[in-house]
């Protein structure tokens, strides 16, 4: 099993509606999560860190189940400047940051 | 200007040339990653180094290797090119306090014919 697991997509949304993606991690000793995001040809940004109670920044929503080990990112009417690549990442210790391979969002008009 | 800038941007060598791959930051940072990006297989990391003598092999530094001349600075080579070190290389700093937040270069497109 792959450290950390996302789907792919792409998931194509109209704009103004809602999406939701799941990432999924296989150690349990990881201790910190991430979603980073990654417009095409650019380096990749932090979005927002993921908390175990959960938190919302504007319209994007960040959630942690630790005991199914998935994390989730919810956006909210979706805005075409949203199209870009989610990469989910986990930390462990100072091991550094494992990333997963992205989800493709692309919102339409 | 960029926090993280990276050289060169772009580049195209032959099979069994040397190449470098240059990082420098001003952001004050003293932990430095090498990490590459290739369609389908996302960020994989190369080395790191959490100061000026300190080095890590990262996931996959076999035919790589790195030189942290000083705390702003940290380079990449390749010593014999191959072309599936054909990639997106990405340079990133991030500050001792785990925040997890890494702020990246803008990336060097190396490919090897």
């Known amino acids: 099993r792959k450290e950390v697991e996302q789907d792919p997509g792409p998931f194509n949304v109209p704009e103004g509606a809602t999406v939701a993606f799941n990432c999924t991690y296989s150690?349990?000793?990881?201790?910190?999560f991430f979603w980073y995001r990654q417009d095409c040809r650019k380096e990749p940004k932090l979005l927002m860190s993921?908390?175990?109670s959960g938190n919302e920044d504007g319209r994007f929503t960040a959630q942690l189940n630790r005991a199914s080990q998935y994390i989730s990112l919810l956006i909210r009417d979706s805005k075409l400047s949203d199209s870009a690549t989610y990469l989910c990442?986990?930390?462990?210790?100072?091991?550094?940051?494992?990333f997963g391979k992205g989800t493709h969002l692309i919102i339409q008009p | 200007d960029a926090d993280v800038t990276q050289t060169p941007r772009n580049r195209i060598t032959k099979t069994g040339k040397r190449i470098m791959l240059e990082c420098s930051q001003t952001?004050?940072?003293?932990?430095m990653y090498w990490y590459r990006q290739d369609p389908g297989l996302g960020l994989r990391l190369i080395y790191y180094?959490?100061?000026?003598?300190?080095?890590n092999k990262g996931e996959i530094s076999d035919g790589y290797s790195v030189s942290r001349q000083a705390q702003a600075k940290f380079s990449l080579s390749l010593e014999s090119a191959i072309p599936n070190q054909t990639a997106l290389y990405f340079c990133?700093?991030?500050?001792?306090?785990?925040?997890?937040?890494?702020?990246f270069g803008e990336g060097s497109r190396l490919t090897v014919l």
């Open positions: 990133a700093t991030s500050d001792r306090r785990e925040t997890g937040e890494l702020f």
């Open positions: 150690n349990s000793a990881s201790q910190s």
């Open positions: 993921v908390y175990s």
């Open positions: 990442v986990v930390k462990r210790g100072a091991d550094g940051l494992t």
């Open positions: 952001k004050g940072h003293d932990r």
């Open positions: 180094s959490f100061d000026v003598k300190d080095i």
